[in-house]
């Protein structure tokens, strides 16, 4: 708006009050760079050393393991974990999007969509409470069933945990974790659908779906792509539901229902840094270190893809 | 959209070959009685219990079949793919309250039995089994949130008004981004980085209450700096130019004509932010260790807070776990409710003290 203007008027003068407060502002922004450089720095410090060590130093490693194999189990726990909350919760989170944006009263939408704000702010802990106490023993006949009748199937080969302490219990605490974030961004792309083509897709004689499926998905694709991306982060670093839910080991198992379970990066942090010590401290910040850089790839990837649409601000 | 057409007295080509308008309630009934019915007959047979859950779910697989072939056979396939989805969307939502519900309902059930004097009082200091509280963990959680608070309140606002204000170019957009990176960080991972800091610092294994509230301030940041930016983006043009045209300097413009406009939307953000790092676990367990005592100084000493108190209740059950379960929920609730607290201020906040930008 002062664009224009801002080249033809001469430089104002420059009071010191002036100068106190930006140089202040500056250094604030700056600062911030600096933390985040300080966060990778000090933990490439202190993990190196974890990375390099003498495997027959390290009390938590099993015979014969080094860094590598103790690492890639872990790894895999955390995607595998992460993608099965993912493909849970997508669906999910879409179907309430649209029921919020397209198919709910105008005057309940906004509250129902506080009612969904309202799951993103109970902390993790109690999410894991929830899931090692209430969820575990709710679900586990459904796991003995599954054992039962669809044992063919590898994911369900059993023999059923009898805790119903699985990972599969975890991805479903992860599911309802990340489900918040997934809505929120989709709800808000779904509600930027210009009005104008819906009108003209219902001129046409399409139903609310055909509205849905040929106007309101295909320009909403990105932000939901965006909003899966960041729950996926946040699935990926999510440690204390997992912590208290798994009672997991460091192996790679794709048996969703029995009691022999991988476990995650975050969560093997968890339960083991308060009693590390010496050397083991640096091997489990090295894999927080790794965990670090996966969650920064697919942050990135995702902040790539908001920041594609400049019009669209309802990221966070 | 079951359409007010369907009265109509002409014969009218959209309205023909459609369901009654209440024929969904009528087909749901019948399906829920339906599965109700064979659920019953089936754990009858079986000796086993009536599960309502499972009738439920039953019926509603019984009422999406129903619906779509009734509605494929009178209206035709593109309306009964319309009403096939609709009742996904609305499953969907109703499966997402389940767990919300769930977990409201144990939360206040299991844990208001431990709400009382002495839970609010006495701290764990030699509590075998009975008895016992979380005043420790309160007063530490109180501690460190609110020293994470003191630090990245005035840091984070300083930085989203550069941003608004005065950054433009490179800076900005470096700083724009890494904010968002730091958006992500995963709880844990600055939980690790305070660790190493005050490892390289203070010596091998130091757990100390600064250290917790330094991994806070790692995930509190990011969120008040894009809170406050996007409040402070909302501040009419026209104010700051109206003050600068009254030879108002930059500086008092932003203290005095943005700031005061945009308060109430900044404190929303903050209390936000509190909320979301007030039930942090990881980073704190990491980095403030664990406590059974009270410990006032952030500086010496490991210090124990409200979501490490509730972990370690689960996890170290005593022999006779009941009364620690019963800490662990009555924790659980008084946590939940703090942070309700702090986001139904916020939303209050936001509501009454919103600038009026209409004319």
Redesign the interface.
Known sequence: MSSPAAKLRPKSAQRPGDRVFSASALTAGSLILAILAAVAGFLILEGIPGVLADPNDVSIFDDGVDFVSFVIPLIFGTLWAAALALVMAMPVALGIALFISHYAPRKLAAGLGYTIDLLAAVPSVVFGLWGANVLAPMIQPAYTWLAENLGFIPLFAGPASGTGRTILTAAIVLAVMVLPIITAISREVFLQTPRLYEEAALALGATRWEVIRTVVLPFGRPGVISGAMLGLGRALGETMAVAMVLSGSGIINFDLISSVNPTTIAANVALRFPEAYGINVNVLIATGLILFAITLVVNSIARYIVNRRKEFSGAN | ?SSATATSPVTNAFAASRLPRFSTLWILLASLAVSGVVVGLVTMAGDAEFNVGLAVFFGAVIFAVANYVISLLVEGS??A??R???T??????T???I??V??VY??VVMGSGRIDWDFFTLSMRNVLGEGGGAAHAIVGTLLMTGLATVISV??????S???V???RGR??Q??T??????????????G??A???F??ILG??TRVGLSGAIALT?LM???V???SE?ILRLVP?ELR?ASYALGV????T??KVVIPTSIAGISTGVMLSI?RV?????PL??AA??SNNFNYDLTEGRMQSL?VY??YS??SQGTDFAPY?ER??AG?LT??AI??IL?LIARLVARIFAPKLGR
Do not use: C, H, Q
């Not at chain 2, 996904?88 to 939502?93: E, G, K, T």
């Not at chain 2, 981004?177 to 600055?190: C, E, K, L, N, Q």
């Not at chain 2, 300097?249 to 008092?252: I, V």
């Open positions: 959209m593109r309306r793919a319309d096939l989805v609709t996904l969307v609305v499953a969907a939502f499966v997402a309250m767990p919300l769930s977990l144990t939360v005035p840091i984070g606002l300083l930085t008004i550069y941003l204000e005065y950054g800076l900005a470096a700083i981004f890494f904010v968002d990176v730091m958006t992500g960080i995963p709880s844990i991972v600055a690790l980085f660790f190493a800091l490892e390289l091998p294994g790692v940041l990011p969120v700096v894009r809170s996007e043009n130019e300097p930059k500086w008092l932003i203290l909320a007030i039930g942090e676990t990881a367990l990491i260790g664990f979501p509730v972990y689960y996890i379960i662990a929920w659980a946590l939940i942070v309700m986001n």
